[in-house]
């Protein structure tokens, strides 16, 4: 055997396509899955299967034809009673099936942290028409948050002010909802101070952390991130306590290693002290971490890469100040290119990085590529991301 593992890469987007980099830096040979033909993972990787991972037949007939050593959920809508039967018959699910069952229903990973484990979190409740969620709006109050149980980069959710506004956000979290479920969950609106993502790593020798990555959101999805965030050795160790008693839970019969994005509130209590505060979690690499591709040795997809594989990791994990800054799309387009990459490189050639995802098509607000930057602060990295992300244009073609 010329490779180290075969590996199901299951979604090929711009985190599988990191991912598949340092998969096969490694010696792994792995088959990107997606439900489109092209996508960014499968352009790097050494073999594709194009189908829906909702089918679960579909699933299973991959599984059985490229027999992989690992499968790697890279997206949250799979059937995951396909992967729970899969792991059941001897195959390895990252981290496993029951971590890809809970975390891709917000419902229930809420229902382990708030309810099993006992972690802190907003209140919230459900509800399956609109009926019910005026009740449990009613319940928690406004201003709160509302968003379906299950959907990707922030697809779907919306600040809820008022009762008037309750019926417009039902529509639009039904309308970009994931699978087949028209149930939302809606959450106490926490002012917060900041947010950040907690890189959690769980693998053969124990549990490591990365140092905390700030960001800021739009729309529920990411804008820019940075690294290290500041954060008080206080909130850090709750942060890191919670984080790991969550990442443990969802061993299930799986082994449990890999990369883990946990997400945490952080807000100021008048005493000085900060309350930390459990907001979600996604069992795979997380889009705001792709700022360690400049701020860390071992980057998140290394990280996991090695995790998974079973290999070393070191000890501790440090980051240099870095930032990272999306590029979006405005609009829907197969014609397109990218132009401005030279000016945004040429604001600092030694300390800016410019990655295009290769992604074959455009529509509003979808991230085509990312500027990542270093400094001497975090703020002054944040700065020098945003301006490169700038110069990056999306030329339509008619």
């Not at 160790?237 to 952080?266: I, N, P, T």
């Not at 290999?311 to 870095?322: D, F, G, H, K, M």
């Not at 001497?376 to 992300?389: E, F, M, P, W």
Request: proline share 5%; hydrophobic share 45%; net charge negative.
């Amino acid at each position: 055997m010329s490779h180290i593992a075969t590996i199901l890469l299951l979604g090929s987007g711009e985190l599988g396509r990191e991912f598949v980099i340092a998969a096969k830096r490694l010696g792994a040979r792995v088959i990107a899955c997606d439900s489109y033909d092209d996508a960014p993972a499968m352009q790097l990787a050494d073999g594709r299967e194009v189908f829906s991972m909702l089918d679960g037949e579909a699933l299973r007939a991959a599984a059985k034809k490229h027999l992989p050593d690992l499968i790697v959920p890279e997206i949250e809508a799979i059937r995951t009673e396909v992967l729970t039967d899969l792991e059941a018959e001897g195959f390895t699910i990252v981290p496993s099936a029951r971590a890809a069952q809970l975390t891709m229903n917000r419902d229930a990973i809420r229902d382990l942290a708030a309810g099993e484990l006992g972690l802190v979190t907003s209140a919230y409740g459900y509800a399956t028409s609109l009926t019910e969620a005026e009740a449990v709006a009613d319940k928690i109050g406004y201003p709160l948050v509302m968003k379906p149980v299950m959907s990707s980069s922030g697809k779907g959710q919306s600040k809820v002010d008022d009762a008037p506004a309750l019926e417009a956000a039902w529509d639009y979290a039904v309308a970009n909802m994931r699978g087949d479920r028209a149930r939302v969950i809606c959450e106490q609106f926490i002012a917060f101070d900041y947010e950040i993502t907690l890189l959690t790593v769980r693998h053969k020798h124990g549990i490591s952390f990365c140092p905390p990555i700030g960001h800021r959101q739009e729309r529920g999805d990411y804008r820019e991130s940075w690294q290290p965030a500041a954060m008080s050795p206080v909130a850090l160790s709750k942060a890191q306590d919670m984080a790991a008693k969550v990442v443990s839970a969802l061993q299930g019969s799986g082994r449990g290693w890999g990369l883990y994005g946990v997400e945490f509130f952080v807000a100021k209590r008048k005493d000085g002290g900060e309350e930390v505060i459990f907001s979600e979690l996604s069992p795979r690499p997380h889009d705001t971490g792709m700022v360690t591709l400049v701020s860390q040795d071992l980057n998140e997809f290394d990280l996991h890469a090695r995790a998974i594989l079973g290999l070393p990791l070191p000890q501790s994990i440090t980051a240099r100040p870095a930032a990272s800054a999306v590029i979006l799309a405005d609009r829907d387009s197969d014609a397109f290119a990218f132009e401005g990459l030279a000016d945004a490189l040429a604001i600092d050639p030694a300390a800016v990085d410019v990655r295009i995802f290769g992604k074959t098509t455009t529509r509003p607000y979808r991230r085509m590529g990312v500027a990542l930057a270093r400094a001497d602060t975090a703020v002054a990295a944040i700065a020098l991301a945003k301006a490169a992300a700038a110069k990056v244009r999306i030329a339509y073609k008619a």
